[in-house]
């Protein structure tokens, strides 16, 4: 079965202990057989497998992705606590000058820390909170950073509900755990979203607080249970078109972040595929 355009990005070879079991090389076969493009291989706190998993991907003509699960510490508010707190923040090297500080960054988090501690970095000096929110995806998270959380595609802004959960790796259980960590945070934390609709025309939004989200949205007022919120999801998102611009996002995730090579003509393309997907809002 072929997988394309799928790309895997967050693969733990045998060289993160413990978590991974696969052969870096082993990785660039496994990816030609399932038709993905591009594999990223994505090791905690390590590069150790990325030049073996390079080689082996371009033996195989597949285009490898360099990246690593970076310890970041989150300050402890206990004094003398720093560093027990870390969490993980996904990297990934766009080019050289990436795979260069990619391999510095590592370093850093073995060398620059004491023996006790996971291996990790700080972000300055700000007290910096990495937050697991799947639900949407698979891969969500959410900052936070004094009384301030930035929580993307999770709740919206109170007259606007949830988050969709029904694309690939979405999952509307994950969701309502995920919220239900932001919900846990004092009642005056300011919540940044990181999409609003604007219901009914009404001027652009995007900051709320917990205690209003938890007084005002919907989707945790009238499904204050994790099955009330699941079979409200579900059946809510049953009734969504596929996004508009999806096909046009994903080409450009799929890379990184980067636009589609030119063509012959020197020029870039979207592709969009006429009257291949139902329910496609361009097929209307």
């Given at each position: 079965m072929s997988f394309k355009p799928f790309v895997p990005f967050r693969i733990l070879s045998a060289y993160t202990m413990l978590e991974g079991?696969?052969?870096?090389?082993a990785m660039a076969k496994l990816a030609k057989e399932r038709g993905f493009p591009a594999v990223?291989?994505?090791?905690?706190?390590?590069?150790?497998?990325?030049?073996?998993?390079?080689?082996?991907c371009k033996s195989e003509g597949i285009q490898p992705i360099i990246g690593t699960l970076l310890g970041v510490a989150r300050p402890s508010r206990d004094e003398g606590a720093e560093g027990k707190q870390v969490d993980y923040l996904p990297l990934?090297?766009?080019?050289?000058?990436?795979?260069?500080?990619?391999?510095?960054?590592?370093?850093?988090?073995?060398?620059?820390?004491?023996?006790?501690f996971e291996p990790h970095v700080r972000i300055g000096d700000l007290d910096v909170e990495v937050m697991f929110t799947p639900g949407h995806t698979m891969a969500s998270i959410a900052y936070r950073i004094g009384d301030a959380a930035?929580?993307?595609?999770?709740?919206?802004?109170?007259?606007?509900?949830?988050?969709?959960?029904?694309?690939?790796?979405?999952?509307a259980h994950a969701l309502w755990r995920s919220i239900q960590r932001i919900m846990a945070l004092p009642d005056e934390t300011r919540l940044f979203t990181g999409h609003d609709y604007r219901p009914g025309g009404r001027e652009a939004a995007w900051e709320s607080t917990v205690a209003r989200q938890r007084a005002e949205n919907p989707h945790l007022v009238e499904a204050p249970t994790e099955e009330a919120f699941v079979r409200m999801r579900e059946a809510?998102?049953?009734?969504?078109?596929?996004?508009?611009?999806?096909?046009?996002?994903?080409?450009?995730?799929?890379?990184?972040?980067?636009?589609?090579?030119?063509e012959a003509n020197g020029k870039r393309y979207l592709k969009i595929p006429l009257d291949a997907l139902d329910g496609a809002a361009w097929g209307e």
């Open positions: 079991a696969i052969d870096p090389k990223a291989i994505a090791d905690r706190n390590g590069l150790y497998g990325a030049v073996m998993f390079a080689n082996a990934y090297a766009q080019d050289e000058a990436g795979y260069d500080n990619l391999c510095h960054l590592v370093s850093k988090a073995h060398l620059e820390r004491p023996l006790e930035f929580i993307h595609d999770t709740l919206f802004m109170p007259d606007s509900g949830s988050a969709r959960a029904d694309f690939p790796g979405g999952s809510r998102d049953r009734e969504l078109p596929m996004p508009k611009l999806i096909l046009h996002s994903l080409q450009v995730n799929i890379r990184g972040g980067r636009l589609p090579e030119p």
